[in-house]
Nanobody, 126 residues
């Protein structure tokens, strides 16, 4: 069965940090562009960050998280992580990772991805 699994969510105070991880089962995460998305209550899904695949990876970030979030790959562990620092209340959402069906290529922050995880809750509150 092909699936993505997110982990690392939780409750954190404003200004704190969390590290989200995305792992795949049934397919190779290393070969596909990966995106992180989030959906806050009452809001539409938003692209947060993405990372391309291939010999030279590139990354993209939403303006709302630039300078605070960092996406990276660990090909040895076949994971993609989203390091989130200086968290704000408005970062509260369910966070999802997604992978393309096509191998290699650039990534986009629009939800044109084929595989999706179930999501992990991030709550930023004092």
């Amino acid at each position: 069965q092909l699936q993505l699994v997110e982990s690392g969510g939780g409750l954190v105070q404003p200004g704190g940090s969390l590290r989200l991880s995305c792992r795949a089962s049934g397919f190779n995460l290393n070969l596909r562009p990966i995106g992180w998305f989030r959906r806050a209550p009452g809001k539409e899904r938003e692209g947060v960050s993405c990372i391309s695949s291939g010999s030279r990876t590139t990354t993209n970030y939403a303006d709302s998280v630039k300078g605070r979030f960092t996406i990276s790959r660990d090909n040895a562990q076949s994971t993609v992580t989203l390091q989130m620092n200086s968290l704000k209340a408005e970062d509260t959402a369910v966070y999802y990772c997604a992978a393309t069906e096509k191998l290699f290529g650039q990534c986009v922050l629009s939800p044109n991805y084929y595989y999706w995880g179930q999501g992990t809750q991030v709550t930023v509150s004092s």
